[in-house]
């Protein structure tokens, strides 16, 4: 898994990506942890860490990170708690997000609706304000068509 995943709201430019990849997988292999694990998160957060204090040598972010991660004093529960916050921001970003497409999806069931009605009216040829309707309140109005039925 490379580390960008993990960079979040951090910005690195390309160059240092590359290397903090090249340590996250050197720390990775390290370690052990040929494949992915809960532990990829704390080793990235590690490297980005060190990075951000501006180490950009791949070998020392290595060492340092190894250090750090096997430091008794390793503050993993407050770095799990900063993911969480992470996380539950990114749920109400997608939250939101779905909220939006659930209000268009109203917005064009109510245009469906009209131009159908507009069509149950047999009219020869449908008005030509069909095609410009525009949203008022959330909902498509006709202006003024009714049916003499």
């Not at 503050?75 to 109400?92: H, K, M, P």
């Not at 268009?104 to 309707?133: F, G, H």
Request: proline share 6%; charged share 30%.
């Amino acid at each position: 898994m490379p580390i960008t995943s993990f960079l979040g709201r951090e910005r690195f430019d390309p160059e240092t990506k590359r290397i903090l990849g090249v340590a996250f997988e050197m720390t990775r292999a390290a370690i052990a942890r040929p494949m992915e694990d809960a532990t990829d998160g704390i080793i990235a957060k590690c490297i980005i860490e060190l990075a951000k204090s501006g180490e950009r040598n791949p070998d020392r972010l290595c060492e340092k990170a190894l250090t750090i991660l096997k430091s008794p004093r390793i503050d993993v529960i407050g770095w799990l708690r900063t993911d969480q916050r992470y996380i539950s921001a990114s749920i109400d970003r997608i939250s939101k997000s779905a909220n939006s497409l659930v209000k268009m999806q109203q917005r064009i069931s109510a245009s469906v609706a009209l131009i159908e009605r507009a069509r149950s009216l047999k009219l020869p040829t449908l008005p030509k304000w069909i095609d410009t309707l525009p949203p008022q309140n959330g909902t498509f109005e006709s202006k003024g068509t009714e049916s003499n039925d």
